[in-house]
Nanobody
């Protein structure tokens, strides 16, 4: 069992930055691939970024490449999402998730555990 707790969301102006954190409980955190998804009102949850269990491999949605960076600190049991040059279309509730395998990291069905989410609002 893995419990995930996101933090770091908030209100920011367009062009600003935020860093989201996701703290995981459980001693097996380092064996899970981790991902970030987001969901805007009236829209489906969409993939943002993912990172392999050891960290060297990362994947990004085209819409955030070059602006968002996913990283992890296995010693702290935490995964991060650094977001720069934020745009109003980045406004959403952001969720982190943990996956036992790396087979389908760009899809919601590829994950086994989810956090409750943290709201990011970007004003124009």
């Amino acid at each position: 069992q893995v419990q995930l707790d996101e933090s770091g969301g908030g209100l920011v102006q367009a062009g600003g930055s935020l860093r989201l954190s996701c703290a995981a409980s459980g001693r097996t955190f380092s064996s899970y691939a981790m991902g970030w998804f987001r969901q805007a009102p009236g829209k489906e949850r969409e993939f943002v970024a993912a990172i392999s269990w050891s960290g060297p491999s990362t994947w990004y949605a085209d819409s955030v490449k070059g602006r968002f960076t996913i990283s992890r600190d296995n010693a702290k049991g935490t995964v991060y999402l650094q977001m720069i040059d934020l745009k109003p279309e980045d406004t959403a509730n952001y969720y982190c998730a943990a996956a036992r395998t790396s087979a389908k990291l760009a899809t919601t069905s590829g994950y086994d555990y989810w956090g409750q989410g943290t709201q990011v609002t970007v004003s124009s």
